[in-house]
């Protein structure tokens, strides 16, 4: 396949594939064996031989290869320019019509520090395993800083361990303020803002603890920690408006068609377990274990191939339903939507899988939404045994807590606080039945909304129960108070 075929070859080209490409040496044949990212139409990214030798091949093609090519150029000699340690490149080129290409060695058995972060991240916050991997990420962004140099895409995935050393990658986000001298204080606290702003909360209260480690590799400035949140909540600002864009657009995360006959949107990684449940949902239904029926929401606990799921299907109860509901966006969407973007900020909810929107000339009609299956109690049947008496399990009335802490940081409202919609999974509270919840913008908005979720859900107890006295003194009365 020539080069600039790429381009119409789609996400997932058939492999292993032969490219010709040259170098000063003369042509030779490019074996492209695996593919590690794709950006369908400009990028593609795989491990391959190349002259009997192993490379991680980034080929780019389509109408902004030469931009891309030279950017990712630029970074790599601006990398080794300056020392650092980065794969060694062992062949470029750039051809009118066709595209570019370069080709790295290929490091056998690295591991990037994402992928060491995931095995760790479930484990308590700041434990020692964690520490380790932010150690490393943070000691390479100091030396990156004190080379006047910094990388745009910052996250644990452009570092990969390997022989016992620290590898940069992505040189299509290394940029430059004066190469040679540390950066300025601005700059710093700009990086390290995309930096933090993409680890949990959690460890939110340990950024100023976890800046020793960065001051180790770069002490040219003080930090005032101040000034670094501010760039952090910055980011994550963007982060999630830039994340709620994609929920509803192909791309690397989601795979998205969208068209006047409908709407499918599914997470990626479950496309192909995902596209036979939409197409049976009625059937599967049917079939499965019903929560509630008829009306304006069926809800069902359904099996597919040894996986139990919860499919939900919003109804259209008649002709003057439909009249309110075909020209908005489904309550389907809304919940699609939400439900991504708690799971965005770590706030515990069934993993959203699948949307499907059915619509006749763009006019909307029945909608299905496809999550996780949430075996836990909800909170009504876990804290039967303590109404009485009051005498709940600490761990789960403190689990409470730092829910209700989360929805008020994040001016989040439910919008039906009742005890059926709060399930207790894996030590933590998880929110279901999105349709009516909200994210504010403002403090005058979400103040009235957090008042009518508390007041719903103190209703789910007696007023003169002793546990509704216990969760009534533990939740904020109104969100000043949790301040």
């Not at 745009?152 to 992505?170: M, P």
């Not at 068209?259 to 599914?266: E, K, Y």
């Not at 479950?270 to 239904?285: C, I, R, S």
């Not at 809800?299 to 919003?314: E, N, P, S």
Request: proline residues 5%; glycine residues 8%; aromatic residues 8%.
């Amino acid at each position: 396949m020539r080069l600039s075929e790429l381009k119409n070859a789609g996400r997932s080209p058939s492999l292993p594939l032969s490219i010709p490409l040259a170098d000063a040496a003369g042509p030779a044949e490019l074996q492209l064996l695996s593919l590690l990212r794709v950006l369908p139409g400009q990028r593609y990214v795989g491990a391959g031989v190349w002259r009997g030798r192993p490379v991680l091949a980034k080929l780019l093609v389509g109408g902004k290869a030469a931009r891309h090519f030279q950017r990712e150029l630029d970074g790599v000699r601006l990398l080794a320019a300056q020392g650092l340690t980065t794969p060694l490149l062992l062949a470029d080129g750039l051809k009118d019509g066709e595209g570019g290409w370069l080709l790295f060695d290929f490091l056998e058995g690295a591991e990037s520090l994402g992928d060491a972060w995931k095995q760790v991240e479930h484990l308590p916050v700041l434990a020692d395993e964690q520490s380790a991997v932010l150690a490393e990420a943070l000691g390479a962004i100091g030396q990156l800083h004190s080379k006047g140099l910094w990388q745009e895409d910052l996250h644990l995935d452009n570092l990969l361990r390997h022989g016992g050393q620290l590898y940069l990658i992505d040189g299509a986000g290394i940029c430059a303020e004066t190469a040679g001298k540390p950066l300025s204080q601005q700059k710093v606290l700009e990086n390290l803002g995309v930096f933090f702003a993409q680890l949990p909360k959690s460890l939110e209260p340990f950024t100023e603890e976890l800046l020793v480690y960065y001051l180790l590799g770069n002490g040219e400035h003080a930090l005032p920690m101040e000034a670094l949140q501010k760039q952090i909540d910055k980011v994550r600002r963007w982060r999630l408006k830039d994340f709620l864009i994609k929920v509803g657009r192909e791309c690397t995360l989601f795979s998205v068609q969208r068209g006047a006959f409908g709407l499918r949107a599914i997470r990626r990684e479950e496309e192909a377990a995902m596209l036979p449940v939409l197409e049976q949902a009625d059937a599967l239904l049917d079939q499965g274990h019903l929560y509630k029926t008829g009306g304006a929401a069926s809800v069902g606990k359904v099996d597919v191939a040894g996986r139990t799921l919860l499919v939900k299907r919003y109804n259209i109860k008649g002709f003057a339903h439909w009249l309110k509901r075909f020209w908005r966006p489904s309550r389907a969407w809304h919940s699609w939507r939400e439900g991504n973007r708690l799971a965005f900020l770590g706030i515990a909810t069934p993993k959203p899988l699948a949307l499907l929107e059915k619509r006749f000339l763009w006019l909307r009609s029945r909608a299905y939404l496809v999550t996780e299956y949430l075996p836990g109690p909800d909170i009504i049947e876990r804290f039967a045994p303590y109404v009485d008496s009051g005498e709940a399990p600490q761990a789960e009335l403190q689990a409470l807590d730092h829910l209700f802490a989360e929805l008020i940081r994040e001016r989040i409202s439910h919008g039906d606080f009742k005890g059926h919609n709060l399930f207790w999974q894996q030590d933590r509270w998880a929110l279901i039945d999105l349709d009516s919840m909200r994210q504010h913008g403002s403090v005058s908005s979400f103040a009235p909304a957090y008042a009518r979720d508390r007041a719903r859900f103190m209703r789910n107890w007696p007023e003169s129960s002793a546990l509704y006295r216990v969760i009534d003194q533990r939740l904020p009365k109104d969100i000043s108070s949790a301040a």
